[in-house]
């Protein structure tokens, strides 16, 4: 990575994001996200015209930022305590609580859609398997035994079953349970690597029938889509460049796939974008115009915009920016200035 040319990326991403201007009527929601820039990885949230930047942690390492499916809440993994726990605290920042107690790292917290219980992953066991335990921390039970590394989980929108992509038979595959760890049905069935991971939001489509992923089966990375029943796998993207790794998501109405995509650099640079299609693979365009990497999308609630970062690995580390761009491509804007590590951005769900 060339630092001089990442700090003129970096000058004419502030340019731009300066003439884009901000402050438009109705934002929908906060953006949650995670950062470097007070010494330690902290969490903030921030109003959807990067206003009102708000620290909510005050100590440790803090990461996997998820927000309850009312918005009221926001679990997270921190080391506060001397290994990473689980914890949750109001929207705020307030009324923190920690709910798991184990020597063991426990990471990656998600809520159930109803918010009543929260899934995550723990190598209490001797390697990373997923639990799952009520939302006030009673009641842990382990859903897949001691098999295999599992490395990425989401709940159905109904919150009946798990997908979560594993190891467990030999090369990475997609599979789904119910919720309460029975009926385990393995959905790929292919040597190569299929897999969602944790800068994706979900690869479950809105409507609980499809389930997105990536694989690398003919070469190199690429979009698919199978049925929630293993039937109907099809592949969405077709290029020689990767396609989807470290981000893609589904719009809330299910319409559309925005994803990364190497398609327009070569493989080992930083020019990566945003690239939204249609769920069938149709009418592929670019989202994001930024000089950089591009990586976890995420939809507002609404369906109007997309947050996402950008940025590179320099000698200093990471140095990614938070962006917003309409669903239409217009309206850039870069939220954040802050020339360290700013990652996973999450949107605040409406209030039903
Ligand atoms: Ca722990
Ligand atoms: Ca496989
Ligand atoms: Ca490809
Ligand atoms: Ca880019």
Same mark, same amino acid.
């Given at each position: ?5 990442? &700090? ?58 998820? #927000? ?42 998600? #809520? ?5 219980? +929260? ?7 001797? !390697? ?5 335990? !009520? ?19 989401? %709940? ?7 997908? &979560? ?15 309460? *760890? ?9 040597? #190569? ?8 939001s979900s690869p479950w489509s809105p409507d609980g029938k499809r389930i997105a992923f990536v694989s690398d089966r003919d070469g ?20 020689? @460049? ?33 690239? +939204?299609?249609? @769920? ?17 999308? @995420? %939809? ?5 915009? +997309?947050?996402? +970062? ?18 239409? *491509? ?16 999450? #949107? ?5």
């Amino acid at each position: 990575m060339r630092v001089s040319g990442l &700090f003129l990326v970096l000058l004419v991403a502030t340019a731009l994001a300066t003439a884009c201007g901000h402050g438009e009527e109705g934002t929908p929601g906060k953006i949650a996200f995670e950062s470097d820039r007070d010494g330690s990885r902290h969490i903030y949230v921030m109003n959807a015209d990067g206003s009102g930047q708000t620290k909510l942690t005050d100590r440790g390492e803090n990461a996997n930022t998820v #927000w309850s499916p009312d918005g009221t809440r926001i679990a997270f993994t921190s080391d506060r305590d001397g290994n990473f726990e689980i914890y949750v605290m109001n929207a705020d920042g307030s009324g923190l609580t920690r709910l798991t107690d184990n020597p063991a790292s426990d990471i990656r917290p998600t #809520w159930s859609p109803d918010g009543s219980r +929260i899934a995550f992953f723990s190598d209490r066991s001797g !390697n990373f398997e997923m639990y799952v335990m !009520n939302a006030d921390g009673l009641g842990v039970t382990s859903l897949t035994g001691t098999h295999a590394i599992n490395l990425a989980h989401a %709940w159905s929108p109904d919150g009946s079953r798990f997908a &979560f992509s594993s190891y467990r038979d030999d090369n990475v595959d997609i599979y789904v349970m119910n919720a309460d *760890g029975s009926g385990l049905t393995r959905l790929t069935h292919d040597p #190569w690597n299929d897999e969602f991971d944790r800068y994706s939001s979900s690869p479950w489509s809105p409507d609980g029938k499809r389930i997105a992923f990536v694989s690398d089966r003919d070469g190199n990375d690429d979009i698919f889509v199978v049925n929630a029943d293993g039937s109907g796998e099809t592949r969405l993207t077709k290029t020689p @460049a990767d396609e989807g790794r470290f981000g893609f998501a589904w719009s809330p109405d299910g319409q559309r796939i925005a994803f990364r995509s190497y398609r327009d650099g070569e493989f080992g640079t930083t020019e990566v974008d945003i690239r +939204i299609m249609n @769920a069938d693979g149709t009418g592929q365009t670019v989202l994001s115009d930024v000089r950089g990497s591009e990586q976890a999308p @995420a %939809w507002s609630p609404d369906g109007s915009r +997309i947050a996402f +970062i950008s940025g590179g690995i320099s000698e200093q580390g990471r140095i990614y920016e938070l962006y917003v761009v309409n669903a239409d *491509g217009t309206g850039l804007a870069r939220l954040t200035s802050s020339v360290v590590d700013e990652s996973f951005p999450v #949107w605040q769900p409406a209030e039903e």
